[in-house]
């Protein structure tokens, strides 16, 4: 296909259909892609066909009247097509984007303030990204006419009744069904599990120690990062091998202005997101080790990140319209303030379209369930927009690193279950804590505080305690800061150079900080460092001061330029 520049690894291509990825029938028969859309012609039959497979994959179908681009319920592979006047698709935009790179005003300014663009724009002109759960036909004799079609949605309407032991019973037998698949893509192989000390990671990796699978646990971060030392206890816990990769600010500084770390940028940007950088020195750092090799990776996304979102207040006192869009605006569009109203109104109609909340519909204060239309609204807006563009990114990270992966807990039989779980349950991802808390218990034997423990529980004394256990040359010679690590850090002062528990403000020279210091966080310079509007090293360069409030081009204007960005 001439049309098409596929980059990613997995791609393979046979009569007309280029496929990436592994399905399965309704009868739980593994699908071979090409053959599966090898007939489907139409946008119809594409559609139709896409429906009926679950998994992780994309396809591009390449017919004599036009080319169809599919993306998966959770856009685990993006896909992204010109929309002038040529048909040019891929699954990075490296190869349809000029090196004129011009902006589209709008989409670059949601994506400095969110890190990420919605309604299936990209900060580009002239490119567009398929949306999860979608179908573009872009045709031939009139590439500009595409259409879209949804095939898949997101959106909880209860289906489960019962009581907690019910649902937790329910949740059993529809994970033994995701797991086996998990299993079957294993084939074997050693599962490598980014290990947090939170609850998701957690639960795919006690699932998997419990089905006799190899698993290795890997953290990263500063020394006395909660997320690391609560990692290390899971890991001790269950009995597997785990791995640790120290960050500093120096070695950030090293990491992100090597060549290595600009080009997987280059590849991993899609215009439509940030792409992750958390986890790439530590994949790099494991892969040159070789813990790696022929290993599988599973994160814990997982589905259920949205529902934990959402205010437990709006069970009892659900928001209106304008409610629900207002803290969409406040809690998602503010890596930079802002004080154009008229483009605080454009992105309140993008989020109601996302939303699935049009100007006449139906407000929570209308509906009869608890939490109303305001928590499955909201749960919809963050799958589509921020999980299936920016934290679905982090596959691309593996992609990079030629490693192959797999969301278990974004499976799309584990996400038809939570969609039908109530409200109550959803929220504050309360089935799944206690589903993974009972689950860890039995596999690990642990006692009940144990099981429940997570980052949030870790507190200086057990870092003191940690530093003596680990580090005795630190408890001999430093001082306390020192044995404390990150726990020394109070969180007002986190997003300063040298503090976050990443250590990641290092990429920033630090005789330059103070530069940035009107920046949020290190996200809200980032946004700005892939619109080029400033880079932060070695010799930072940024026009005029910059200040909180950050100034949006007009609509007008083709991009986004340092005079219109600056106060």
């Not at 089905?211 to 990692?231: P, Q, T, Y």
């Not at 070789?290 to 979102?309: F, I, N, Q």
């Not at 880079?535 to 909180?548: A, M, N, Q």
């Not at 100034?551 to 005079?563: F, I, N, R």
């Amino acid at each position: 296909m001439e049309t098409t520049r596929l980059l990613g690894p997995g791609w393979s291509t046979d009569d007309g259909v280029a496929a990436r990825g592994r399905a399965w029938t309704p009868d739980g028969r593994r699908a071979d892609l090409a053959s599966a859309f090898a007939s489907a012609r139409t946008l119809t039959s594409v559609a139709a066909t896409a429906r009926r497979l679950d998994g992780f994959y994309a396809v591009v179908v390449d017919t004599d009247d036009a080319v169809f681009l599919v993306c998966d319920h959770a856009r685990s592979v993006p896909l992204y097509f010109d929309t002038s006047e040529s048909i040019v698709v891929g699954d990075s935009t490296r190869e349809l984007v000029g090196d004129d790179r011009e902006l589209d005003p709008l989409a670059a300014s949601e994506f400095a303030l969110t890190r990420y663009v919605t309604r299936g724009e990209t900060v580009y002109a002239n490119v567009a990204a398929v949306r999860a759960g979608e179908v573009v036909a872009v045709p031939r004799a009139d590439p500009g006419s595409f259409e879209r079609r949804r095939y898949a949605r997101y959106r909880p309407t209860t289906a489960v009744e019962g009581d907690e032991a019910t649902l937790l019973d329910a949740m059993d037998d529809v994970l033994a069904g995701v797991f086996d698949r998990v299993v079957d893509v294993a084939d074997g192989r050693r599962v490598a599990v980014p290990l947090s000390g939170g609850v998701d990671s957690r639960l795919v990796a006690a699932t998997l120690v419990d089905r006799g699978v190899d698993v290795l646990g890997f953290a990263f971060g500063v020394h006395g990062h909660a997320d690391v030392e609560v990692s290390r206890d899971v890991a001790d816990a269950l009995g597997i091998d785990w791995a640790f990769i120290e960050y500093t600010p120096e070695r950030w500084h090293d990491w992100y202005h090597s060549a290595a770390r600009r080009d997987y940028h280059e590849y991993a940007f899609g215009g439509d997101a940030l792409p992750f950088l958390a986890e790439w020195p530590a994949v790099k750092e494991l892969q040159s080790r070789g813990v790696l090799d022929d290993a599988l990776v599973c994160p814990g996304h997982t589905v259920a990140t949205p529902s934990e979102r959402v205010p437990a207040s709006w069970l009892a006192e659900p928001p209106d319209a304008d409610g629900f869009v207002s803290h969409v605006l406040d809690e998602h569009y503010s890596l930079w303030a802002f004080e154009d109203e008229r483009r605080r109104a454009t992105f309140a109609d993008r989020i109601r379209a996302d939303a699935g909340l049009g100007a006449g519909a139906a407000t929570a204060a209308d509906a009869d369930a608890p939490g109303g239309d305001a928590i499955p609204a909201y749960e919809e807006w963050e799958w589509t927009t921020r999980m299936a563009t920016f934290t679905n990114g982090d596959a691309r990270c593996y992609d990079w690193f030629g490693l192959d992966w797999w969301l278990p807990l974004w499976d799309p039989a584990y996400v038809r279950f939570w969609a039908s779980v109530p409200a109550e349950h959803r929220l504050g991802k309360r089935l799944q804590t206690e589903y993974t808390a009972r689950r860890f218990r039995a596999v690990a034997d642990v006692d009940e505080p144990t099981a429940r423990r997570t980052d949030a529980d870790w507190t200086p004394v057990d870092q003191v305690r940690r530093t003596f256990e680990t580090r005795p040359w630190v408890a001999l010679d430093g001082d306390l800061e020192d044995w404390l690590g990150a726990q020394a850090v109070p969180p007002s002062n986190v997003e300063s150079w040298g503090n976050y528990p990443l250590g990641w403000y290092g990429v920033i020279p630090r005789e330059d900080a103070g530069t940035f210091d009107a920046a949020r966080s290190l996200y809200s310079l980032r946004t700005l460092a892939a619109l080029d509007e400033l880079s932060f090293g070695p010799g930072c360069v940024v026009d005029g001061p910059l200040t909180e409030t950050l100034s949006l081009p007009p609509t007008e204007s083709t991009s986004p330029g340092a005079t219109d960005r600056l106060e």
